[in-house]
């Protein structure tokens, strides 16, 4: 027969740091082992020392299938479940070890820990006590102590956060609530009270972390999921809301508030994200009606009416109906300041208005909440190019028509001023000089509106004609009649001889 000591010694031989120490004065001669579940148990050790869990896990299933009374591949399974970070699941079996096996300190001492992680202070400071009363080590009997003393904070902590929260004092209960939880990770119940704490002041957002493990830690937690579910919804993150309230319907499909909940942030979620293939395919009237949907079938939640309208601004200023853009947009800045969407739409509005420095103003304002976006730079330094731009010569106005104008438009402007300004029309020597200088202008425009190429350089701050940003040659308009090389769209043979070819 092999005695206790060396049978405790076999089986401690090749322990890792990470396990907890059992008990070395336990009692039982072969404590219980048969030669299968001893080679089980031998398996499981090794494949724990190499750190593979689920293998040595699966052998200690199978340890305690051949013997389900030896305690000790309990504990030696609750050490694995407690490395896989399964606490539930390791209480378990440590409750079983203390069950078969009273005077195991070891494993009440470390069920003990647990239960206070989980917010259960009674049984907590129970599993101390008896330790304490179980002629524990003195290592044993320092860490019961000290363990007990704490739950008995924790005990009285968790008292007063109570009558706080009852009082409806919900600061002073979450000053409570903070103490406890940096001992008691694991209390779901704790961490639902002060997220209850969070959405009573006001700030539901500093609920969801709570919320969120308290789902975890609590099985079938509903509640948690349809308050995780509401609280996204508040904030307009109505793609989080729609996948929490689904892992409340996953746990009871006919969970009234769920299913109620689910139905109305499941059409809103269909409706924005219609509206945004739409803005994806260019058909911006299309998404700004289906926005104006949106803010009729939530007409309760503000945040919802804001993100429509700050959509719709975009949609106005991408289908450049710049007026409206600039109205709408400001509407929703008034409301969020440092929305960084709303303002780089407005300033592109402004500059279809060819407000250039207030477009400056909304591109710099943005760049302090999001210094890093690209956009937003490259939009400053053209607002910047077309600010520069303007205080020279401006195509646009030159033909009296609007950066969105269209080309039969722009040619339509050009015949009509050209006929007006033809040098032939004067006799007076120093109007016909004025009026080759309009005209030559009003030319030139024609040139770069008309020609796809140029008019995208110009639009982006650069004038395709301007001699300091063109090499290798100057504007062709303003070198003089008798200097034109080439094609002269002008001239019928004589140096102030016009003709007018339209196109």
Not at 62 to 86: C, H, Q, W
Not at 97 to 106: A, G, I, P, R, Y
Request: charged residues 30%; negative net charge.
């Amino acid at each position: 027969m092999v005695s206790a000591r060396a049978c405790v010694n076999k089986l401690g031989s090749a322990l890792p740091l990470l396990l907890v120490l059992w008990d070395l004065h336990y009692e039982g001669a072969e404590c219980g082992i048969n030669a299968e579940v001893e080679k089980q148990l031998e398996m499981g050790k090794k494949l724990l020392a190499a750190g593979q869990l689920a293998d040595a896990l699966s052998h200690f299933h199978a340890a305690i299938e051949g013997d389900s009374d030896n305690y000790f591949a309990y504990y030696r399974r609750a050490t694995v479940y407690l490395a896989m970070g399964k606490s539930k699941a390791a209480i378990r079996d440590l409750s079983k070890v203390v069950e078969l096996k009273q005077d195991f300190t070891s494993a009440r001492l470390q069920r003990g820990q647990l239960l206070l992680k989980q917010g259960k202070f009674d049984e907590a400071g129970e599993d101390f006590r008896k330790v304490l009363l179980s002629n524990p080590n003195d290592k044993e009997e320092t860490d019961a102590r000290s363990q007990l003393l704490k739950s008995d904070e924790m005990q009285r902590l968790s008292s007063h956060a109570q009558s706080a929260y009852r009082q409806g004092d919900y600061y002073t209960a979450i000053g409570f609530l903070d103490e406890i939880l940096d001992v008691s990770v694991w209390a779901a119940e704790l961490r639902e009270l002060r997220a209850e704490c969070y959405i009573m002041q006001g700030e539901p957002g500093k609920a969801i972390s709570d919320l969120k493990a308290a789902s975890k830690l609590k099985s079938d937690n509903t509640e948690a999921f349809y308050k995780l579910s509401t609280i996204y919804y508040q904030l307009g993150d109505h793609e989080l809301s729609l996948s929490e309230v689904r892992e409340c319907l996953k746990l009871d499909q006919d969970h009234k508030e769920c299913f109620s909940h689910y139905k109305q942030v499941k059409k809103v979620n269909k409706q924005i994200t219609s509206a945004e293939e739409l803005i994806q395919e260019g058909r911006y009237q299309d998404a700004i009606d289906k926005y104006k949907t949106v803010m009729k079938t939530e007409p309760e939640v503000p945040v919802y009416t804001t993100r429509a309208n700050e959509r719709i601004c975009h949609c106005l200023s991408k289908d450049q109906q710049s007026v409206e853009a600039i109205k709408l947009c400001s509407e929703v800045l008034q409301l969020e300041r440092d929305n960084v969407n709303a303002l780089k739409d407005r300033a592109e509005a402004y500059l279809l208005e060819e407000q250039y420095e207030e477009a400056i103003q909304d591109y710099e304002a943005a760049k302090e909440y999001s210094d890093n976006d690209q956009e937003i730079l490259e939009g400053l330094e053209r607002a910047q190019r077309m600010l520069k731009q303007s205080q020279k010569r401006d195509y646009y106005k030159i033909l009296g028509v609007k950066r969105n104008a269209r080309k039969q438009e722009i040619v339509k402007a050009y015949r009509k001023l050209a006929m007006q300004w033809h040098p032939d029309n004067f006799q007076d020597e120093e109007e016909k000089k004025k009026a080759e200088k309009k005209f030559i202008d009003i030319a030139a425009a024609k040139e770069v509106l008309t020609d796809p190429e140029m008019r995208r350089k110009f639009d982006a701050g650069e004038d395709p004609l301007d001699a300091e940003s063109q090499q290798g040659g100057g504007n062709p308009f303003h070198r003089g009649w008798n200097s034109w090389q080439g094609f002269d769209p002008f001239s019928s043979g004589g140096p102030f001889k016009f003709k007018f070819h339209f196109n």
